[in-house]
């Protein structure tokens, strides 16, 4: 019975839905219940027809009960009942579950001790007895969209925007955040006029604040803030922007997407400063970049479409390192699933390396051949791969 016809049933308020909404709340009992019952039946029933098929035929009376037993528990016991409440779920449920409720208490000691058997052996066998509801509801849902869009009743977009909502409540916030080094932000003390020759050519509308040093972010400056003020009246020396600024909002960089986006929404707010667990700031992340998580890259007229690679020649591509190590290994074909502590390409190669290395410098990993053809102050910048063949083919 599914979610949607549970809810139905909340809303008809029958007689039998108090009884069968108490059963399902827990479903390993209801199952062993169930078992329970049917065993014990078919062994009565058993009994009863071997008792009376030797009265009557003798000693060989055990063998036709065993024969006329089969086919009648198969047919009475699992396949008609089982068709029954397949197709009519609803009204089988609620025929069978008051007198299901009243045994399933009868038995409840007994129930109790075969679930802690049952959970002590399948530790002792290595599998987990956590029941995971959610989990096997989003794989049968998974499977569903994929199996209606290969039936042509949805489109790829449609498929896609689907399988990305469930990823989303998945992703952490350190995996789509605006690292600290590409961070944009102004100090506390700039100039008024400066801020504004800054705000013109970076385009942002909305930028950090910050006292000393990086971590120590004191306010959000929104450009629009700057508008409702005639800058003829305001004093231009330094300290002036942090009186306009609004309160940085902090959240850590291990929350989840999905609970930052409904966070953002509850307080109206559009940026995060992203902090670490030393309370240093990792980075920032905004409303648009968690709506890109579902939706794709979007652009404005100021952005520019970064290029993550290019293709030099079949086994050659100038990567950028900022390129997300999932992209990356679609692109050359080869799994990295050691990898798991880096996000970027960059990153893989730094931690490959072990230290930041100069340009031009050469490693190898795998079948792949990486060189450093661009190196910032702290970071990698671009790569060249090459794609070594025959390593490919052993």
Sequence with gaps: MGRFQIKRLKEEERFSTRFI????EDRRGLIITILVGNELVNISASIVAASIFISILGHQGKWVAIIVMALLILLFGEIIPKSAAFNYNITFSSFVAPPLMFFSKMICPLRWVFKRVADTVMSALGFKTLEKKELIMEEEFRRMVDISHRGGELKDVERDLIHKVFEFSDAYVSEVMVPRTDMFSLPHNIELRETIDEIKARHYSRIPIYEGQIDNIVGILYVKDLLRIDLNKVPQDTGFITQIARKPYF?????????????????????????DEYGGVAGIVTMEDLLEELFGEIYDEYDKEIRLFNKVSDKVYRINAVMPLDE????????IIEEKSVDSVGGLVLKL???????????????????????????ILELLVEIREEERNR
């Design 328 to 335: 990356f290994k679609d692109l050359v074909g080869i799994e």
């Design 251 to 275: 959240v850590p960089e291990t929350m989840r997407v999905d609970e930052l986006f409904y966070k953002l929404q509850k307080e109206r707010k559009h940026m995060a400063i992203c902090v």
């Design 353 to 379: 390396f072990g230290t930041l290395p100069e340009q031009d410098a050469t490693i190898e990993y795998k079948n792949l051949v990486f060189t450093v053809t661009k190196v910032g102050r702290t970071r």
């Design 21 to 24: 909404l108490k059963l399902l």
